[in-house]
């Protein structure tokens, strides 16, 4: 799990470059995964600056059938919650 954790999370790294964004303009970052994120967590998605704005875990399986662990990261300039 910590190899496709890393592969993701460089995927999103080279998405975020390539918009001229990195971690730290992240406003939510989200994971899709029934598999225990803690002997990553801390080395690889902390370590990344990945959830400075902290990160929420759902524990189901990702949206896209066939994978094991999904992310996405978002950034708004202004977000109401209801």
Same mark, same amino acid.
């Given at each position: !799990?910590?190899?496709? /954790?890393?592969? *993701?999370?460089?995927? !999103?790294?080279?998405?975020? +470059? $390539?918009?001229? !964004?990195?971690?730290?303009? #992240?406003? #939510?970052?989200? =994971?899709?995964? =029934?598999f225990d994120l803690h002997p990553f967590l801390g080395d690889e998605i902390? $370590?990344?600056?990945? /959830? #400075? /704005? ?5 524990? /189901?399986?990702?949206? *896209?059938? +066939? ?5 996405? *990261?978002? #950034?708004? $300039? =202004?977000?109401?919650? !209801?």
């Amino acid at each position: !799990m910590t190899e496709k /954790a890393r592969h *993701v999370l460089g995927t !999103m790294e080279k998405r975020l +470059g $390539a918009l001229g !964004m990195d971690w730290g303009r #992240a406003g #939510a970052t989200q =994971v899709y995964t =029934v598999f225990d994120l803690h002997p990553f967590l801390g080395d690889e998605i902390v $370590a990344r600056g990945a /959830a #400075a /704005a902290g990160l929420t875990w759902h524990y /189901a399986r990702p949206p *896209v059938q +066939g994978l094991d662990y999904e992310m996405d *990261v978002r #950034a708004v $300039a =202004v977000e109401r919650v !209801m």
